[in-house]
Every structure is written in structure tokens, then in C-alpha cells.
């Protein structure tokens, strides 16, 4: 009798030890999968929220566009008539005019040439379509000559690599980025040297600005554009994003900043 007792005792201990590993188990089992569903649901929310984002970004890319272009035309058909007009009429009281006047009339002539001349590059700038049309490669070539022309900076454009091959939406998209960089030097850098580099590899293209200017804290400014949902750096990463590329900034006080965007091609 106590044999069977005993056996009996043993029995328990050992359904009531497996009955606690399977409860146990089951535990374990179900928490692991709430986790599970857990991480899933808030991978699905970033997922939708990066989403949601990129297609507010991509509106207001398409509004600022259709901006763009509308100022353009405008720049074209009015204010480029308005200044042909007032070269006519300066042109019909040249020949009146004597000592300083004419001087002046003269010197007035050469900045309405001037300005002439700096509108149509300003409307070609901001004409999505021509932009497209000529291509990345010309178009920021023709936006550092511009620079260049003004005479405070001294600007080096740097191409290598095979042909460009940047499809012309990408590339109205890096080219209004690679125009935030550079509107960012003039108003802060106070730089004298602006470096473009231009790199098409067979899976990639790299394209970089430096400039010698004072340069800044990257991290905190970062943070500061976040805090008081300040456009300028978010702008430049959120237009990276859009065309899939990796966007780094290397700057410290003193020492200038460098610019550099890769974009991989997608096979």
C-alpha cells in the first residue's frame, strides 16, 4: 500500500510539473506572439505613416512645381516685354541726349541688357518642363554659371563617369534639391569657392556641393529644423527620399560643408 501510495505521489508530481511546462509554455507561446503582432502592427503604421509622408511631399513638390512654371511664364511674357519696352525708349532718347546724360542713358542700356539676359536664365530655372527637356546634366550646369557670373564665387563643376542616365523626373527632383543646397550657401555660408562633383557609376550616381564657407553643427541644426518644423533641411532630406537616395551632410564650424547625395539605380 504505501509502494502505491508512493507511486501515486510520483504520478502527480510528474502531470502536475508537465501540466505547469505546457501552461507555462502556452504563456510563453502567446506572448511572444502578441509581441510578434505588436512589432508587425507598429511596422504597418510607420510603413502607412512614411507613406502618407511621402504623398504629402510629393503634393507639395507638385504644387511648388506648377508654381514654379507659372512664374516662369510670367517672367517670360511680362517681365521680360516690360524691360525690351524700356530699352526701346532708351534707346530713342540716345540720340538727344549730350554730357552726362547720354552717359547715363548708356550705362542704363548695358543693365537693362543686364537684367534681360539674368530674367531669361531665372525663367529657365524655373521651368519644370525645360528642365526636363535639357536634363539635369545642362541644367545645373547652367545654374553654377549663373552663380558664377555674379562675381563672388568661384565655382568648379567636375563630371565623370559614363552617361547620364537619371530618368528627367528624378532629375527635376535633384536638380530643385541641388538648388536648396546652393540657395543655402549664398544666405548662410558666406563662402567664396562652391565644388559641384558629378559621378555616374553602372549602379549609382554620386553628386556632391562643397563649399569653404563657416560651416555649422549638422546634428543640431537638425534637430533645431525639427523642433521648430523648420523646411530647409527636411526639405533637402524628404526630396533625397523621393528618389531613393542616401543623403549625407558633413560640416563643422569653421570648416566648410559637403553635400553628398548617392542614388542607385533600380534594376
Known sequence: MPH??????????????????????????????QQKKRYQHEQEVNTLRESFSQTILQSRLEIQESTLDQIA?????????????????????????????????????????QLMADLKVLSVSLNTEHIMKIGFVQAIEIE????????????SYNKTGHAFKLAPEKGIILYRLSQEILNNILKHSKASRIAVDLENKEDCILFSIADDGVGFNYEEAKEKSIERSSTGLMNIAGRAELIQGKLSVESQPGKGTLVRITIPFNN
Open 144 to 155: 553654377l554659371n549663373r552663380l558664377e557670373r555674379t562675381g563672388k564665387y568661384i565655382v
Open 4 to 33: 502505491s501510495l508512493s507511486e501515486e505521489i510520483y504520478l502527480t508530481i510528474i502531470i502536475s510539473t508537465f501540466l505547469l511546462l505546457f501552461f507555462g509554455g502556452l504563456l510563453v507561446y502567446y506572448f511572444f506572439r
Open 73 to 113: 511664364k510670367e517672367l517670360h511674357a511680362n517681365f521680360s516685354h516690360l524691360v525690351s519696352l524700356i530699352n526701346i525708349n532708351l534707346a530713342a532718347a540716345l540720340p538727344g541726349s549730350i554730357g552726362s546724360a547720354k552717359a547715363h542713358i548708356i550705362e542704363a542700356k548695358g543693365l537693362t541688357k
